[in-house]
């Protein structure tokens, strides 16, 4: 049974119909990638995913529990986190600060100064840097804690929106390796993504997103190859 399926989406902005019937399936220990030009409906299906803009039909469910009237709180607390487009960090806050707030459906304080303990281990910069105000950390540094703060909920599935948005390409390699240990950690990622090569480079499997839209849908190494995905989305 797949961990996550859409089935049907449908969304609107008042009259303007955003998502088109859209259905996919993430299964337990995938990275799926879902690609598209800007403006083609990504980050409103991560939204409408997790709780944030209700659909107008459809469904979602995850581990078999309908979510679609589900608040976006009570989805954290089932195991799913996300990373939003632009990160959202508290930039006031500090990093262990931000970290902590990721945390907070959680009760065990052992469980969770252990959970702290394996995200330092995965960001050694945020151990550096925990008592720093994050909003003068760097682009990387913010994309890392936004990441890490999504850990601190122990998801079963993560979703990120646009990880490599604003990095060097230097960073966007360290992000998406960060990416490959969170999936052989036993987390689940959806990841949409511009740089359509790097995402497909880490994903198993991979949909086209076009106006509201999947056109195509497959192994993300055969869409890699593919010739019209090649002319569209990698530059090629």
């Known amino acids: 049974m797949a961990m996550l399926t859409v089935k049907d989406l449908e969304v609107y902005y008042g009259v303007i119909k955003a998502i088109k019937g859209v259905s996919f399936e993430v299964n337990e220990g995938e990275i799926i990638a879902l690609i598209g030009a800007n403006g083609a409906g990504k980050t409103t299906i991560l939204h409408t995913i997790t709780g944030l803009i209700s659909p107008k039909n459809g469904s979602i469910e995850f581990e078999g529990k309908d979510l679609t009237k589900t608040p976006a709180h009570k989805i954290v607390s089932m195991g799913m986190a996300h990373v939003p487009e632009g990160r959202r960090i508290f930039q006031e806050l500090t990093v262990l600060e931000n970290l902590k707030l990721g945390a907070y459906t959680r009760k065990d304080k052992k469980e969770i100064a252990e959970t702290l303990e394996k995200v330092y281990e995965r960001f050694p910069r945020l151990k550096e840097r925990y008592k720093q105000v994050a909003g003068t950390l760097s682009g990387g540094e913010q994309q890392m804690l936004a990441m890490g703060r999504a850990l601190m909920s122990h998801p079963k599935i993560i979703l990120m929106d646009e990880p490599s948005m604003g990095l060097s390409p230097l960073l966007v390699s360290e992000i998406f390796d960060i990416i490959k240990v969170i999936k052989e950690a036993g987390t689940t990622v959806l990841?949409?993504?511009q740089n359509a090569k790097k995402a497909l480079s880490v994903a198993d499997r991979?949909?086209?997103l076009?106006?509201?839209?999947?056109?195509?849908?497959?192994?993300?190494?055969?869409?890699?190859?593919?010739d019209s995905i090649k002319k569209a989305y990698l530059g090629e």
């Open 191 to 193: 990841l949409v993504e």
């Open 210 to 226: 076009e106006t509201g839209n999947i056109v195509k849908e497959g192994k993300a190494s055969d869409l890699l190859n593919d």
């Open 206 to 208: 991979a949909y086209v």
